[in-house]
């Protein structure tokens, strides 16, 4: 993945706003992996089996691994700019990233910078969730 990528589908796009809010602590937690693939269960419907829902996140986690903060912004913009008009649910998405954040008892400083910094990337403003 480079930064210039956009991703399929939007529930994808989620699923790497979940990652990066997940990691923003500087490591994913069993809590936090939980959180998200049960998130993914809402946002992925169509795939039944978990194993496969684990596959999909463990792909995209790897992927996320290799990408520089710099990179990781410029693929939050971008697929904002790209999905916008579509269905962004400012509530859902902040709900989700607030739920993987508190899935291991604490808010860490950099959990809530980087949470700062995606409703910065989606154009939200605090009226808006």
């Known amino acids: 993945m480079d930064k210039h990528n ?26 936090e992996i939980e959180v998200i693939l049960s998130k993914m269960e809402d946002y992925f419907p169509d795939i039944e089996d978990m194993d496969q829902l684990r596959s999909k996140f463990v792909a995209l986690k790897d992927e996320y691994e290799e990408l ?39 808010i860490h400083d950099m959990e809530t910078k980087t949470v700062e910094a995606i409703k910065k990337l989606l154009n939200i403003r605090e009226g808006d969730h």
């Open 6 to 31: 956009i991703f399929k589908n939007y529930e994808s796009f989620i699923l790497f706003l979940l990652i990066h809010v997940g990691s923003s602590d500087y490591s994913l937690k069993g809590s």
């Open 68 to 106: 520089s903060d710099s990179d990781i912004n410029h693929i939050i913009y971008h697929n904002y700019l790209h999905y916008k008009n579509d269905r962004i649910n400012s509530n859902r998405i902040m709900n989700d990233l607030q739920e993987v954040i508190m899935a291991d008892g604490f």
